[in-house]
Protein backbone atom coordinates (compact mmCIF):
# COMPACT_ATOMS: atom_id res chain seq x y z
CA UNK A 1 0.00 0.00 0.00
CA UNK A 2 1.62 3.43 -0.96
CA UNK A 3 1.52 6.66 1.05
CA UNK A 4 -1.77 8.08 -0.88
CA UNK A 5 -3.85 4.71 -0.55
CA UNK A 6 -2.69 4.65 3.31
CA UNK A 7 -3.99 8.30 4.47
CA UNK A 8 -7.28 7.75 1.92
CA UNK A 9 -8.12 5.05 3.75
CA UNK A 10 -7.87 5.99 7.26
CA UNK A 11 -9.70 8.88 5.96
CA UNK A 12 -12.42 7.13 5.36
CA UNK A 13 -12.20 5.29 8.23
CA UNK A 14 -10.89 2.06 6.53
CA UNK A 15 -8.04 -0.55 7.86
CA UNK A 16 -4.57 0.55 6.40
CA UNK A 17 -1.81 -1.86 6.09
CA UNK A 18 -0.45 0.33 8.88
CA UNK A 19 -0.50 3.78 9.86
CA UNK A 20 0.84 6.96 8.44
CA UNK A 21 4.12 7.79 9.79
CA UNK A 22 3.66 11.56 9.32
CA UNK A 23 4.22 15.16 10.69
CA UNK A 24 1.36 17.29 9.27
CA UNK A 25 3.42 20.63 10.89
CA UNK A 26 6.95 21.15 10.01
CA UNK A 27 9.47 21.70 12.76
CA UNK A 28 10.30 25.03 14.49
CA UNK A 29 13.07 26.73 13.30
CA UNK A 30 15.22 26.06 16.65
CA UNK A 31 14.82 22.64 16.42
CA UNK A 32 16.27 22.42 13.01
CA UNK A 33 18.40 24.71 13.91
CA UNK A 34 20.13 22.35 16.70
CA UNK A 35 19.64 19.19 14.69
CA UNK A 36 21.98 20.87 12.42
CA UNK A 37 24.32 21.16 14.47
CA UNK A 38 23.85 17.24 15.63
CA UNK A 39 24.38 15.60 12.34
CA UNK A 40 21.62 16.61 9.86
CA UNK A 41 22.10 17.90 6.30
CA UNK A 42 21.53 21.63 6.10
CA UNK A 43 19.84 23.26 3.25
CA UNK A 44 16.53 20.92 3.09
CA UNK A 45 13.19 22.01 2.32
CA UNK A 46 9.96 20.87 4.24
CA UNK A 47 10.07 17.84 1.17
CA UNK A 48 13.24 16.76 1.68
CA UNK A 49 13.70 16.74 5.57
CA UNK A 50 10.06 14.38 5.43
CA UNK A 51 12.66 12.13 2.53
CA UNK A 52 15.37 12.49 4.97
CA UNK A 53 13.89 11.08 8.29
CA UNK A 54 11.72 8.29 5.85
CA UNK A 55 8.37 9.31 6.67
CA UNK A 56 4.83 9.52 4.81
CA UNK A 57 5.27 12.48 2.79
CA UNK A 58 2.70 14.95 2.52
CA UNK A 59 2.73 18.26 0.48
CA UNK A 60 0.69 21.18 1.99
CA UNK A 61 -0.33 24.03 -0.48
CA UNK A 62 -1.31 27.27 1.73
CA UNK A 63 -3.59 29.14 -0.71
CA UNK A 64 -3.37 32.97 1.33
CA UNK A 65 -5.82 35.83 0.40
CA UNK A 66 -3.21 38.20 1.25
CA UNK A 67 0.01 39.04 -0.91
CA UNK A 68 3.35 40.16 -0.42
CA UNK A 69 2.52 43.72 -1.09
CA UNK A 70 -0.01 43.40 2.14
CA UNK A 71 1.84 45.77 4.65
CA UNK A 72 3.32 43.56 7.51
CA UNK A 73 1.85 44.14 10.96
CA UNK A 74 3.81 46.29 13.15
CA UNK A 75 4.30 43.45 15.60
CA UNK A 76 2.59 39.90 16.54
CA UNK A 77 -1.41 40.40 16.52
CA UNK A 78 -0.79 44.33 15.43
CA UNK A 79 -3.77 45.92 13.26
CA UNK A 80 -2.81 46.07 9.87
CA UNK A 81 -6.10 48.51 8.95
CA UNK A 82 -9.36 49.15 11.33
CA UNK A 83 -11.79 50.41 9.19
CA UNK A 84 -13.99 49.41 6.05
CA UNK A 85 -12.68 52.26 3.97
CA UNK A 86 -9.01 50.58 4.03
CA UNK A 87 -9.94 46.97 3.83
CA UNK A 88 -11.73 48.17 0.90
CA UNK A 89 -8.49 50.15 -0.42
CA UNK A 90 -6.52 47.12 0.11
CA UNK A 91 -8.58 44.80 -1.96
CA UNK A 92 -8.94 47.59 -5.00
CA UNK A 93 -4.99 47.68 -4.84
CA UNK A 94 -4.73 43.63 -5.24
CA UNK A 95 -3.24 43.13 -2.03
CA UNK A 96 -6.35 41.20 -0.68
CA UNK A 97 -8.29 38.22 -2.39
CA UNK A 98 -6.39 38.73 -5.19
CA UNK A 99 -7.11 34.92 -7.32
CA UNK A 100 -4.36 35.67 -10.04
CA UNK A 101 -1.71 36.04 -7.34
CA UNK A 102 -1.94 32.37 -6.00
CA UNK A 103 0.20 29.79 -7.15
CA UNK A 104 0.25 25.84 -6.94
CA UNK A 105 3.72 25.78 -6.94
CA UNK A 106 3.92 22.74 -4.56
CA UNK A 107 1.34 20.98 -5.80
CA UNK A 108 2.76 21.45 -9.76
CA UNK A 109 6.48 20.16 -8.91
CA UNK A 110 5.03 17.07 -6.92
CA UNK A 111 2.37 15.97 -9.36
CA UNK A 112 3.99 13.26 -10.84
CA UNK A 113 4.31 11.57 -7.05
CA UNK A 114 1.07 12.50 -6.51
CA UNK A 115 -0.32 10.37 -9.16
CA UNK A 116 1.86 7.31 -8.53
CA UNK A 117 0.78 7.22 -4.81
CA UNK A 118 4.25 8.19 -3.25
CA UNK A 119 3.05 11.62 -1.81
CA UNK A 120 -0.59 12.72 -0.42
CA UNK A 121 -1.92 16.34 -1.52
CA UNK A 122 -3.21 18.74 1.74
CA UNK A 123 -3.97 22.41 1.58
CA UNK A 124 -4.99 24.78 3.65
CA UNK A 125 -7.44 28.25 3.54
CA UNK A 126 -7.91 30.84 6.18
CA UNK A 127 -10.63 30.30 8.32
CA UNK A 128 -13.33 32.70 8.63
CA UNK A 129 -12.16 33.49 12.30
CA UNK A 130 -8.29 33.57 11.37
CA UNK A 131 -8.82 35.70 8.14
CA UNK A 132 -10.21 38.50 9.61
CA UNK A 133 -8.04 38.83 12.47
CA UNK A 134 -4.80 38.44 10.24
CA UNK A 135 -5.92 42.41 9.29
CA UNK A 136 -7.80 43.84 12.39
CA UNK A 137 -5.39 42.32 15.00
CA UNK A 138 -6.30 40.21 17.82
CA UNK A 139 -7.68 42.39 20.18
CA UNK A 140 -9.42 44.67 17.57
CA UNK A 141 -10.72 41.66 15.84
CA UNK A 142 -12.78 40.27 19.19
CA UNK A 143 -13.79 43.56 19.25
CA UNK A 144 -15.26 43.76 16.27
CA UNK A 145 -17.69 41.20 16.38
CA UNK A 146 -19.61 44.42 18.87
CA UNK A 147 -18.54 47.20 17.31
CA UNK A 148 -17.85 46.32 13.32
CA UNK A 149 -20.05 43.31 12.23
CA UNK A 150 -21.10 44.48 9.06
CA UNK A 151 -17.05 44.70 8.79
CA UNK A 152 -16.80 41.01 9.41
CA UNK A 153 -19.50 39.87 7.34
CA UNK A 154 -18.33 41.74 4.16
CA UNK A 155 -14.41 40.37 4.78
CA UNK A 156 -16.03 36.54 4.90
CA UNK A 157 -18.19 37.30 2.17
CA UNK A 158 -15.43 38.00 0.39
CA UNK A 159 -12.87 35.66 1.26
CA UNK A 160 -15.90 33.23 0.16
CA UNK A 161 -16.10 34.34 -3.32
CA UNK A 162 -12.26 34.58 -3.71
CA UNK A 163 -12.16 31.10 -2.27
CA UNK A 164 -14.24 29.47 -4.72
CA UNK A 165 -11.98 31.20 -8.16
CA UNK A 166 -9.30 29.78 -6.28
CA UNK A 167 -10.47 26.22 -5.71
CA UNK A 168 -12.62 25.65 -9.19
CA UNK A 169 -8.66 26.60 -10.39
CA UNK A 170 -7.26 23.90 -8.25
CA UNK A 171 -9.72 21.26 -8.65
CA UNK A 172 -9.40 21.33 -12.75
CA UNK A 173 -5.73 20.00 -12.22
CA UNK A 174 -5.33 18.39 -8.72
CA UNK A 175 -7.33 16.00 -6.40
CA UNK A 176 -5.79 16.61 -2.99
CA UNK A 177 -6.70 13.86 -0.56
CA UNK A 178 -7.73 16.42 2.35
CA UNK A 179 -7.47 20.05 3.66
CA UNK A 180 -7.50 22.64 6.81
CA UNK A 181 -9.67 25.74 7.39
CA UNK A 182 -6.73 27.86 9.57
CA UNK A 183 -8.63 28.89 12.66
CA UNK A 184 -7.34 28.85 15.96
CA UNK A 185 -10.13 30.05 18.03
CA UNK A 186 -9.30 28.12 20.72
CA UNK A 187 -6.88 28.20 23.16
CA UNK A 188 -6.08 26.74 26.63
CA UNK A 189 -9.23 27.58 28.22
CA UNK A 190 -11.45 27.06 25.39
CA UNK A 191 -12.79 28.69 22.50
CA UNK A 192 -12.43 32.77 22.31
CA UNK A 193 -15.95 33.47 21.05
CA UNK A 194 -19.62 32.30 21.95
CA UNK A 195 -21.47 29.67 20.00
CA UNK A 196 -23.88 32.41 19.24
CA UNK A 197 -21.14 34.73 17.52
CA UNK A 198 -19.64 30.89 15.93
CA UNK A 199 -23.34 30.57 14.04
CA UNK A 200 -23.81 33.95 12.72
CA UNK A 201 -20.13 34.69 11.89
CA UNK A 202 -18.43 31.68 10.75
CA UNK A 203 -20.50 28.77 9.88
CA UNK A 204 -22.77 29.88 6.99
CA UNK A 205 -19.54 31.06 5.12
CA UNK A 206 -18.02 27.23 5.40
CA UNK A 207 -21.42 26.41 4.38
CA UNK A 208 -20.93 28.09 1.24
CA UNK A 209 -17.42 26.42 0.59
CA UNK A 210 -18.41 22.91 1.69
CA UNK A 211 -20.12 21.44 -1.43
CA UNK A 212 -17.10 21.92 -4.17
CA UNK A 213 -14.60 20.94 -1.32
CA UNK A 214 -17.42 17.66 -1.14
CA UNK A 215 -17.84 17.37 -4.52
CA UNK A 216 -14.10 17.12 -5.12
CA UNK A 217 -13.60 14.25 -2.37
CA UNK A 218 -11.90 16.56 0.11
CA UNK A 219 -11.94 16.04 3.79
CA UNK A 220 -12.53 18.85 5.52
CA UNK A 221 -10.76 19.96 9.02
CA UNK A 222 -10.08 22.54 11.20
CA UNK A 223 -6.80 23.66 12.37
CA UNK A 224 -7.40 25.21 15.96
CA UNK A 225 -4.78 24.61 18.58
CA UNK A 226 -5.80 24.66 22.12
CA UNK A 227 -8.50 22.97 24.12
CA UNK A 228 -11.08 22.46 21.18
CA UNK A 229 -13.28 20.04 22.92
CA UNK A 230 -16.67 22.46 23.20
CA UNK A 231 -16.16 23.60 19.96
CA UNK A 232 -15.83 20.67 17.94
CA UNK A 233 -19.68 20.05 18.36
CA UNK A 234 -20.24 23.49 16.82
CA UNK A 235 -17.83 22.38 13.52
CA UNK A 236 -19.77 19.35 13.50
CA UNK A 237 -22.95 21.19 12.91
CA UNK A 238 -21.57 23.41 10.12
CA UNK A 239 -20.73 20.61 8.16
CA UNK A 240 -16.72 19.95 8.89
CA UNK A 241 -15.37 16.64 8.77
CA UNK A 242 -12.13 16.49 11.58
CA UNK A 243 -9.71 18.61 13.44
CA UNK A 244 -5.81 18.74 14.81
CA UNK A 245 -3.27 18.79 16.20
CA UNK A 246 -5.16 17.82 19.02
CA UNK A 247 -2.77 19.64 22.44
CA UNK A 248 -2.46 17.66 24.93
CA UNK A 249 -0.93 20.48 26.76
CA UNK A 250 -4.17 22.17 26.91
CA UNK A 251 -6.30 18.86 28.10
CA UNK A 252 -7.44 17.31 25.04
CA UNK A 253 -8.00 13.94 25.51
CA UNK A 254 -8.37 12.06 22.41
CA UNK A 255 -10.07 8.98 23.52
CA UNK A 256 -12.62 11.30 24.55
CA UNK A 257 -13.50 13.21 22.04
CA UNK A 258 -13.38 10.06 19.81
CA UNK A 259 -16.27 8.41 22.34
CA UNK A 260 -17.83 11.90 21.59
CA UNK A 261 -17.84 12.37 18.30
CA UNK A 262 -17.06 9.22 16.31
CA UNK A 263 -16.77 9.80 12.81
CA UNK A 264 -14.88 12.99 13.02
CA UNK A 265 -11.36 12.44 11.96
CA UNK A 266 -8.10 13.54 13.81
CA UNK A 267 -4.82 14.24 13.13
CA UNK A 268 -2.09 14.72 15.74
CA UNK A 269 -2.79 14.20 19.30
CA UNK A 270 0.84 13.36 20.45
CA UNK A 271 2.59 14.53 23.48
CA UNK A 272 5.06 17.28 22.01
CA UNK A 273 6.41 17.69 25.67
CA UNK A 274 7.75 13.91 26.12
CA UNK A 275 9.36 13.41 23.20
CA UNK A 276 12.67 13.95 25.15
CA UNK A 277 12.07 12.35 27.97
CA UNK A 278 12.99 9.05 26.94
CA UNK A 279 11.61 5.62 25.60
CA UNK A 280 9.32 4.83 29.06
CA UNK A 281 7.68 7.84 28.29
CA UNK A 282 7.65 7.52 24.65
CA UNK A 283 5.72 4.20 24.44
CA UNK A 284 3.36 5.30 27.41
CA UNK A 285 2.12 7.75 25.05
CA UNK A 286 2.05 5.80 22.23
CA UNK A 287 0.23 3.26 23.95
CA UNK A 288 -2.46 6.03 25.05
CA UNK A 289 -3.33 6.89 21.50
CA UNK A 290 -3.05 3.20 19.82
CA UNK A 291 -6.38 2.83 20.62
CA UNK A 292 -8.39 5.57 19.35
CA UNK A 293 -6.02 4.86 16.25
CA UNK A 294 -6.67 1.01 15.98
CA UNK A 295 -10.54 1.76 15.07
CA UNK A 296 -9.47 4.41 11.94
CA UNK A 297 -10.16 7.52 11.28
CA UNK A 298 -6.99 8.95 13.41
CA UNK A 299 -3.36 9.89 12.04
CA UNK A 300 -0.89 9.88 15.14
CA UNK A 301 1.35 12.96 14.93
CA UNK A 302 3.15 15.49 16.67
CA UNK A 303 0.64 17.90 18.87
CA UNK A 304 2.51 20.60 17.42
CA UNK A 305 6.05 21.52 16.05
CA UNK A 306 8.64 19.26 17.58
CA UNK A 307 10.05 21.57 19.56
CA UNK A 308 14.13 22.58 20.07
CA UNK A 309 14.33 20.62 23.50
CA UNK A 310 13.31 17.35 21.50
CA UNK A 311 17.50 16.76 20.15
CA UNK A 312 18.27 14.51 16.89
CA UNK A 313 18.47 11.33 18.70
CA UNK A 314 15.50 11.87 20.55
CA UNK A 315 13.30 12.59 17.36
CA UNK A 316 15.38 9.24 15.81
CA UNK A 317 13.96 7.54 18.71
CA UNK A 318 10.52 8.89 18.32
CA UNK A 319 10.29 7.69 14.51
CA UNK A 320 11.65 4.05 15.28
CA UNK A 321 9.36 3.58 18.34
CA UNK A 322 6.29 5.62 15.69
CA UNK A 323 7.04 2.46 13.41
CA UNK A 324 7.25 -0.01 15.60
CA UNK A 325 3.49 0.78 16.84
CA UNK A 326 2.49 1.86 13.44
CA UNK A 327 1.87 -1.85 12.39
CA UNK A 328 0.01 -2.57 15.84
CA UNK A 329 -3.33 -1.45 14.31
Keep these: MNTRERIRKILNFEKPDRLPVIEWASWWTQTVARWETEGMP???????????FGLDVLVQQWISPRTPDLPRPASHGAPILSTMEEYEAFRKRGCIHNPDAVSFDWFERYREKHEAGEVAFWFTLDGFFWFPRTLLGIEPHLLSFYDQPELLHKMN????DF???????MFSRFRPE???F????????????????????LAPYYRQLLPILKENGVKVLVDSDGDISECLGWFQDAGLGGILPLERMAGVDVAALRERYPQQIFVGGFD???????????RKEFERLLPVARKSGYMISCDHQTPPAVSLEDYRLYLKLFREYAVMI
Design 178 to 180: FMT
Design 182 to 201: AEDLSYNHGPMLSREFFDEF
Design 272 to 282: KTVMHLGEAAL
Design 42 to 52: GGMDLYERQEY
Design 163 to 169: SLKVLER
Design 157 to 160: QDHV
